[in-house]
């Protein structure tokens, strides 16, 4: 990954944080890792505990972010929420949703679209 492209991850990532905060959602943790990867945002929406997953692109290349987002990725982040839900049982009671945020910038303009349960596991 270029230095670039991390910077525009790392930006993304604060802004996708900054607008979920200003649309009421509480942010528990960011970047949880485990064996499985990574989970970029971990919030809550009301009683609502809310894996989240930022794709950052610069450009005009949103519609790819939201594509990249497939079955194999989709996987991975039931296996992450899991492998996070056993570390943090004190949040295994609460609804569980997953939500996409796709993070656009071009030039010095962001645009941030959020995917509100953008899919269901079939846990």
Known sequence: MTILRKLLGNQGEQKACDYLQQKGYFI????????FGEM???????ETLVFCEVRSRGGQAIDEAAQSI?????????????????????????ECRF???LVQKVGSVWSIN???????PGW
Do not use: C, H
């Not at 528990?28 to 064996?35: A, F, L």
């Open 28 to 35: 528990i943790d960011r970047n949880v890792r485990s064996r």
């Open 40 to 46: 970029d945002l971990v919030a809550m929406d009301g």
């Open 70 to 94: 497939g079955a194999a990725k989709q996987q991975r982040l039931v296996r992450l929420a899991q492998a996070y839900l056993q570390k943090r049982p004190e949040l295994g009671d609460y």
């Open 99 to 101: 939500d996409a945020i």
């Open 114 to 120: 959020l995917i509100t349960d953008a899919f269901r």
